[in-house]
C-alpha cells in the first residue's frame, strides 16, 4: 500500500505539467534499452539516469531501502510517520521551504511509504534539479527533530489512519484480511500501522529510525527527464556527495511464512456496504524469491484469468453469464519477499456471492487442470510487453519502475531484460504455477457485506 500526500494539489500540477510537454514531445523518441546509465558516488549512493528529451522537465525521485515491513516490533507505522516528518525544518531550512520552493516554479512534488520502500520525487524544470537536490540532500541529515514537531505530525498520522481505515469498510476488511494471509511475515502489518502503536510513538523512536536509516548508502536516486548523465553525475557529486555516509545495515532477512495448510475466510458486514463483494488471496513468490520465470508466468497467469474485459472472468462471468459486475485478478510482482496473488468479484442483480465465488473457483481450477492455449497466452504477453513500451512514455513511470525494482532486490539489467524474460514463457508454466499456488483449500477469502445479510 502507498501512502501519498497531497492528492488535488499533485494532479492540478501534472495538468499545467501536460501543457509544457506539447511543444516537444513529437521531436524525440521515448527512452529505450541501452540509453539509461548508472553510477554510485563515493558514499554509496546509486544512482540511476533516464534521458528523456521530448519536454523540458526532470523527475527527481529519491528512495530509501527502508519500508513498514522493516520496522521494530511494537513501532508499527513508523517509516509511514518518518516520511511525514521529512517535510518539517532542517538545520538550513525552515518546515515548507522545498514545498514553497517547488511551487513557485511550478512543479509538483509528493512521497509514498510502501512495505520495502520509501520515495520522496519532485517533477520540475530541468534548471531547477540541482535545486531540488539540495533540498533531499539536506534533509537526508539534517532534519530537526524537535518534540512538537513529532507530536504534531503523530496527530495528523493518527487522524489519517481515522479517515483512511478506521471509517472506510472496505480498507478495514483488506487489513483484516492481509493480518490473516500472512501468518508471520511483516507485510501482515499495515504500511500506516496499528493505531494503539502510532499513539506511543515518540521522537526517541523517530530519531532513531532516521539516523538508522535515512543516508546515502541506503538510497537509489533515479532522474528520468530532459538531462544528461555526465550532468547529473557533477550535480549529484556537488549534492548528495557531500552527505557522510551511514551506518553498514545487515541484510534485510525477514521471517518466512510457514506453509499453509487450511483455507481461511474474513467477514465484515457494515451498514454502509450496499453491494457486497469477496477476494480470493494467496501468498506467492515475488520477482526477488521466485525461481528463475516463475514471476513472470504468474504476472501472465493474472492477466489471462483477470486481466481486463478480453481475460477469462470477464468473459465468463460478466459477458456469458451475466452473473458478475466487475472481476479481476492479478500478481503483486514486485515486492523484497513473497507476495500476493489474488481474484475478487462483485455480483451483479440477483446473483448471488457464493454463485460468483464458485464460478471464478471453476475458472481458476480450468487453467489448473487444462492450461492456457497459445493465442491467449501471446495475446498476454502482447499486452505485458506492450505496458511497458507505453510505460516510457511517462516519466514518473519509468522513474519508479525503476525505483521499486533496485529497491526490492532487482537490477537495472533486470527491467531491460523483462520483455525477453516474458517472451519466454511458456503455456506449460502457466498451468503449472496455477496449479502450484492457487490452490483452493489454502486460499485466503474476504467478504464485504450489507450489515442486513450478516
Known sequence: MGIRKDWPRRLLLAASLGALMTTSARAEQAPSEGTISQFTLGNGMQVVVIPDHRAPIVTHMVWYKIGSADEPPGKSGIAHFFEHLMFKATSNHPAGALDQAVADIGGNDNA???????????????????????????????????????????????????????????????????????????????????????????????????????????????????????????????????????????????????????????????????VPNFSMQWVVPSYNTAKPGEAEALDLLGEILGGGTRSRLYQELVVKQGIAASVGAGFQGRALDDTVFAAYATPRGTAKLADVEKAVGVEIEKIARDGVNT????????????????????????????????????????????PERVRKVSAEEVKTAAQRYLVLDKVVTGYLLPKAEN
Open 112 to 274: 509514498f511509504t510502501s512495505y520495502d520502500f520509501t520515495a520522496f520525487h519532485e517533477t520540475v524544470p530541468p534548471s531547477a534539479l540541482g535545486e531540488m537536490m539540495g533540498f533531499e540532500a539536506d534533509r537526508m541529515r539534517n532534519l530537526v527533530l524537535s518534540d512538537e514537531a513529532v507530536t504534531t505530525e503523530r496527530d495528523v498520522i493518527m487522524e489519517e489512519r481515522r479517515s483512511r481505515i478506521d471509517n472506510d469498510p472496505q480498507a478495514q476488511l483488506d487489513e483484516a484480511v492481509n493480518a490473516t494471509l500472512y501468518m508471520n511475515q511483516p507485510y501482515r502489518i499495515p504500511v500506516i500501522g496499528w493505531m494503539q502503536e502510532i499513539e506511543q510513538l515518540n521522537r526517541v523512536d523517530a530519531k532513531a529510525f532516521y539516523d538508522r536509516y535515512y543516508a546515502p548508502n541506503n538510497a537509489v536516486l533515479v532522474i528520468a527527464g530532459d538531462v544528461e548523465p555526465e550532468a547529473v553525475r557533477k550535480l549529484a557529486e556537488e549534492n548528495y556527495g557531500k552527505v557522510p555516509r551511514g551506518p553498514d545495515l545487515p541484510p534485510r532477512i525477514r521471517p518466512k511464512e510457514p506453509e499453509k495448510t487450511t483455507a481461511r475466510s474474513v467477514t465484515l458486514a457494515d451498514a454502509r456496504v450496499s
Open 375 to 418: 493465442d491467449e497466452l501471446e495475446r498476454a504477453k502482447n499486452r505485458f510487453i506492450r505496458s511497458m513500451i507505453f510505460a516510457r512514455d511517462r516519466q514518473d513511470s519509468m522513474a519508479n519502475i525503476y525505483g521499486s525494482v533496485l529497491t526490492t532486490g532487482g537490477t537495472v539489467k533486470d527491467v531491460e531484460e523483462w
